[in-house]
Structure formats: structure tokens, C-alpha cells
């Protein structure tokens, strides 16, 4: 369970409105941007070619994975627009605080069929520029994230042990080897 703490400050609002307005800021907006615009040209285009071409259990995975992908690239596409919203007065700092367009991590989980040892097993058979683009866009969505973060000075409380949540990942994993051995 994670617990937001609001922590924007005066100094935070005017250092938010900094980055905005920042060279940081417009590389983000336009390879974030670009991306997007790349991602929808290939799924639209080659990609659709490209999926028909699969086997069956990869052609699931593409549809999966591409579906991720778009989600991941939408939800980052709006927290640039909220950016410049901000940068070009159109919205107010506490508008641009509410939790709707917060961007949270990603959950990873190994039983949801979408995770990179899934994926690996038929990534041979995906195709080179979905892959490159699910790590490209995985990679912008973490420094977003770890952006909102720290623009927006929140900072999530967890409750439990996360280092102990490791070790049993750990060995169930192992547990799960050692009994095909």
C-alpha cells in the first residue's frame, strides 16, 4: 500500500515552473513526443504487416506488448502536455498537482504474462523496432516518472519490508528451479 505525502513548497512551485521552461524540459517534450509519433506510424503501418507474420504465441505477445506500449506512450504524452500547459500559463500549478495527472511506476509482475522473461522467450520472434521501442519508451517513462516525482515532491510511504518482498521473489524463484532439478 503506498501513501502519497504532498510536500510542494513555494520553492518547489518556482523550480517546477523553472524546468518548464527549460532546455531539460524540450528535449524531453520532443523525444517523448517523437516517439509517440513513430510508435503510432509503425503500429499503423509496418507493424500491423509485421504482426500477421508471427506465430501464434507471438502474434499474442505483440498484441500485448504493443498495447503496453501505446498505454505507456499516452500516459506520458499527457504529462508533457500538462508540462507545457503549465509553461504557457494555461493551467495552475495545483491544477497540474492533482492526482489525475500524477504518473506512477509501472508495476512489474512476474504472473501477469507480460514480463521480460515472458516476453524474452518470444522475443526472437518480435520484431527488432517493437522491442526497440518498448525499451525506448520504458526507459522515458522511468525518467518521467522519477521527473514528476521530484517536481511534485511526493514521496510514497510504503508499508512492509521491500528488501524482504525481494528475498521471497528470490526464493520462490530459486524454490520454483530447485524443484525441476
Known amino acids: 500500500m503506498t501513501q502519497t505525502v504532498d510536500t510542494l513548497t513555494p520553492q518547489a512551485e518556482e523550480r517546477l515552473m523553472e524546468f518548464t521552461k527549460s532546455e531539460l524540459f524540450a528535449k524531453t517534450f520532443r523525444e517523448g513526443m517523437d516517439l509517440v509519433e513513430e510508435t503510432a506510424a509503425y503500429l499503423d503501418g509496418p507493424g500491423r504487416q509485421d504482426s500477421k507474420k508471427l506465430p501464434r504465441d507471438a502474434a499474442l505477445v505483440y498484441a500485448s506488448q504493443s498495447m503496453r506500449l501505446t498505454t505507456r506512450l499516452m500516459q506520458v504524452a499527457s504529462w508533457l502536455l500538462v508540462q507545457r500547459a503549465l509553461k504557457e500559463g494555461e493551467m495552475a500549478t ?3 498537482r492533482e492526482a489525475k495527472y500524477r504518473l506512477v511506476t509501472e508495476a512489474k509482475k512476474d504472473d501477469d504474462g507480460l514480463s521480460f522473461s515472458h516476453i524474452a522467450k518470444d522475443a526472437a520472434h518480435l520484431p527488432a523496432i517493437l522491442l ?6 520504458e526507459s522515458l517513462y522511468e525518467r518521467i516518472a522519477r521527473l514528476d516525482r521530484s517536481l511534485y515532491g511526493s514521496i510514497a510511504a510504503q508499508s512492509g519490508n521491500t528488501v524482504a ?3 521471497n521473489r528470490l526464493e520462490a524463484a530459486f524454490g ?3 524443484s525441476r532439478a
Not at 526497440?132 to 519508451?137: E, F, G, P, T
Open 176 to 178: 520454483r528451479f530447485g
Open 165 to 167: 518482498d525481494q528475498i
Open 94 to 96: 495545483s491544477e497540474a
Open 132 to 137: 526497440d521501442m518498448l525499451a525506448r519508451s
